[in-house]
């Protein structure tokens, strides 16, 4: 069974850093690329960042450009995405999902999904 599990979400004030994790089960991870994707309260799902299966490649959106960074262990079967410089627009549930998205992408365009964590930036 896949299995995708986030972790590391919190309430932070502008400018600061969260950490989130996302811990990968059932499926072999190195295989797949993989996202990181948000909702924010009474919005869509927004693509924010991809990686490639071997972790060569990397892309976010512009409205994470120059603050987030996502990487990946396949050893360890982990994803993260670090972010910096947060803003109250960052907050939003934030889910790992399969595939190499982008901005373009829907919801149904990815595959596997966790159940998400939520990030709460204070101004």
């Known amino acids: 069974e896949v299995q995708l599990v986030e972790s590391g979400g919190g309430l932070v004030q502008s400018g600061g850093s969260l950490r989130l994790s996302c811990a990968a089960s059932?499926?072999?991870?190195?295989?797949?690329?993989m996202s990181w994707v948000r909702q924010a309260p009474g919005k869509g799902h927004e693509w924010v960042a991809a990686?490639?299966?071997?972790?060569?490649?990397?892309r976010v959106a512009d409205s994470v450009k120059g603050r987030f960074t996502v990487s990946r262990d396949n050893a360890k079967n982990m994803l993260w995405l670090q972010m910096n410089a947060l803003k109250p627009e960052d907050t939003a549930v934030y889910y790992c999902?399969?595939?190499?998205?982008?901005?373009?992408?829907?919801?149904?365009?990815?595959?596997?999904w966790g159940q998400g964590t939520q990030v709460t930036v204070s101004s």
């Open positions: 999902a399969e595939g190499y998205g982008e901005s373009s992408w829907t919801s149904t365009d990815f595959g596997s």
């Open positions: 059932g499926f072999t991870f190195s295989r797949y690329s």
């Open positions: 990686i490639k299966s071997d972790g060569s490649s990397t």
